[in-house]
């Protein structure tokens, strides 16, 4: 069990340092991280936790330091969730916004803890003490309702009674650090654990395997193992090694993606924290078997709290000769680990956002070709792998290629960490050979009179109740790890919405079509929940859901009305219940729009009703 306290808040208001005054610990920060460019992020990031929030002076001193346009870094301060360049409270409160949170009362508490801090939600009280907003799923589904304060001290299994006192520590200023253990309590609610969950190995047993082979013969028994990247593509791991070993380039680059974003997975943070050696050792396999040097694991902000013992974890690695120049004595082999906080952005889990994100700029999907492999960080050619990758390259290398191709299915070898949450007695995590029926894991959770699962999270597929003796794998049902469960007293509507308003929140802006398109959804859907829709406005969502499949820039786009689809083909009542007519309706009423004039100016007669107009 993970206890986190994290660092205390200034006391007072006054303490805090003036906006105009210049951060005069800035060369040391830079120092820190090479002060170049492509540090932007960090830099911000780490200025911001020592401001409070990021003033115009402050993003001038950064852009005058690392060489940069003011507009350059402004740019990158607008786009992430977790940087702010006004100010946002000394506590900062994120209460995480997953359908899984609500489903557990979540909107009900932050709105109690607002009427007792005298804040609306998504404000700054008037005296600067505190801002409340929301924030995209947090990655604690398995024991929400969550909440971040100060974007990286995070809070589990909310209830009134917690609520309640938060608001009283709150207002007495009390510092986190003072607050009841027990609220930062994060567990791993391992529920099934099988080649992954339940390995045990010691630290630098699997990269000793490993190097008792060549790099080519290394290379040889990932690709004979068939092993599939985890975070949702399944592109073959073997090939995309090669093709970075084989790309023109002087130096190449392994990068770990864990920015687990997708609402409703959890398995890497439970990997990180209690698996760290598995995902550093298969970092450093691949490393080994493409020729690189240099490696990073891009954090999600979210997991901000996990960053002081994955740090640990790296020090011991280099003190054990696991990490740097001669790792267990092998002469020249030379490759070290960084982590890259990311600040909150959703589509910084697609890698090529990922990498932008990582030379510190906005995190936009790249055109691709050329793929990272040719062309990644910084142009150098990179593998990018998620956290549950590279820990089952660590079993390959202990245990070959032939063995894990022997457990699973044909096209999908080894096993897939499920996060499961939701309407169900056991959420957490449960780990099974690829192939496994959607029913065995509802029978192992403990959930009854399910009526749909969400798997893959909302930009993967929901499942009716008819489904569910179909089986994950890539043949079948493919996932990146989310088992969303909902029970019949859920409105598929309102999930099929939530998740809308999540696609279009996380939107990058870049292109049109997911930009505009995400939000007209919304308009839609938000239409039929105020009893204003029609036939028409559903044929229109289909005709969003054409036209943003087809035409967006990056997978977001086009995967952002998959829940919306799916619902109304599987759960049409619940759509067609809010029907107000078969044929088209406006989005609001004019004639209840002019209610406020008649009243100004006293007048209720026929003649003041647009009914009775001709």
């Not at 939701?422 to 009526?451: K, N």
Request: with cysteine.
């Amino acid at each position: 069990m993970l206890r986190y306290t994290g660092s205390k808040v200034r006391e007072t208001r006054n303490a805090m340092p003036s906006r105009h005054e210049p951060f005069r610990d800035l060369p040391a920060l830079l120092a820190r991280h090479g002060c170049a460019p492509h540090s932007l992020l960090q830099v911000l990031r780490e200025l911001q936790a020592e401001r409070g929030w990021l003033s115009s002076a402050d993003l001038s001193q950064v852009a005058q330091a690392l060489g940069l346009t003011l507009a350059q870094v402004q740019g990158v301060a607008g786009f992430y969730r977790f940087l702010y360049t006004q100010p946002m409270g000394e506590y900062r409160l994120l209460f995480s916004d997953n359908v899984t949170d609500r489903m557990l009362g979540s909107t009900a508490l932050m709105n109690d803890l607002c009427a007792r801090l005298g804040v609306l939600p998504g404000n700054v009280s008037d005296d600067g003490l505190v801002g409340v907003r929301r924030t995209s799923c947090s990655g604690l589904c398995d024991q929400g309702p969550a909440l971040l304060v100060n974007e990286h001290h995070v809070l589990t299994r909310l209830d009134s009674q917690r609520v309640a006192q938060m608001a009283q520590l709150i207002r007495a200023r009390v510092a986190l650090a003072d607050w009841p253990a027990p609220w930062f309590e994060v567990t791993d609610n391992v529920r099934r654990a099988d080649l992954l969950l339940g390995a045990h190995a010691a630290p630098g047993a699997a990269l000793a395997a490993a190097l008792a082979r060549t790099p080519a013969a290394l290379l040889e028994e990932v690709k004979v193992s068939r092993l599939r990247g985890r975070g949702g593509a399944g592109f073959a791991t073997g090939l995309k090694w090669e093709l970075c070993q084989r790309a023109a380039g002087a130096e190449r680059i392994v990068v770990c993606n864990a920015d687990e974003g997708e609402p409703g997975t959890f398995k890497d943070r439970v990997l990180l924290r209690s698996h760290a050696d598995a995902l550093f050792d298969g970092m450093t396999i691949a490393a080994y078997a493409i020729g690189a040097r240099r490696g990073f694991v891009y954090l999600r902000g979210e997991y901000r709290f996990l960053l002081g013992s994955l740090l640990a974890t790296l020090q011991r690695r280099r003190d054990e000769q696991l990490l740097g120049p001669c790792i267990q004595g092998r002469e020249g082999f030379d490759f070290d680990i960084a982590i890259h906080v990311g600040a909150g952005a959703y589509v910084c889990g697609e890698e090529s956002a990922l990498l932008e994100s990582l030379e510190g700029k906005r995190g936009t999907p790249r055109v691709r070709p050329p793929f990272p492999a040719e062309r990644g960080y910084l142009g150098h050619p990179t593998v990018v792998n998620n956290v549950e990758t590279f820990c089952a390259v660590a079993q390959i290398a202990l245990n070959g290629g032939a063995w894990w191709s022997g457990i699973g299915t044909a096209k999908s070898t080894g096993t897939k960490i499920h996060s499961v949450c939701g309407d169900c007695a056991r959420p957490g995590l449960y780990e099974y050979p690829f192939g496994t029926a959607v029913d065995r894991i509802l029978e192992d959770c403990g959930a009854t009179d399910t009526q749909a699962v969400q798997v893959g999270g909302p930009s993967g597929v929901c499942l009716s109740a008819f489904e569910f003796g179909r089986r994950l794998a890539f043949e079948d049902v493919t996932t990146a790890g989310a088992f969303m469960v909902f029970d019949r007293s859920r409105d598929m509507f309102e999930v099929a919405r939530g998740f809308a308003h999540f696609f279009a929140h996380e939107s990058c802006g870049f292109c049109t079509p997911c930009r505009v398109g995400t939000a007209l959804v919304v308009k839609r859907l938000d239409k039929l929940a105020s009893g204003q829709g029609s036939r028409d406005d559903i044929a229109v969502l289909f005709e969003l859901d054409k036209l943003m499949h087809l035409a967006t820039h990056c997978g977001l786009g086009a995967s952002a009305c998959n829940p919306l689809r799916d619902t109304i083909l599987k759960f049409r009542p619940a759509y067609e219940q809010r029907l107000k007519s078969l044929h088209f309706e406006p989005g609001f009423d004019l004639d209840a729009s002019l209610s406020v004039a008649r009243r100004l100016t006293g007048r209720d007669d026929a003649a003041a009703h647009l009914e009775n107009w001709t």
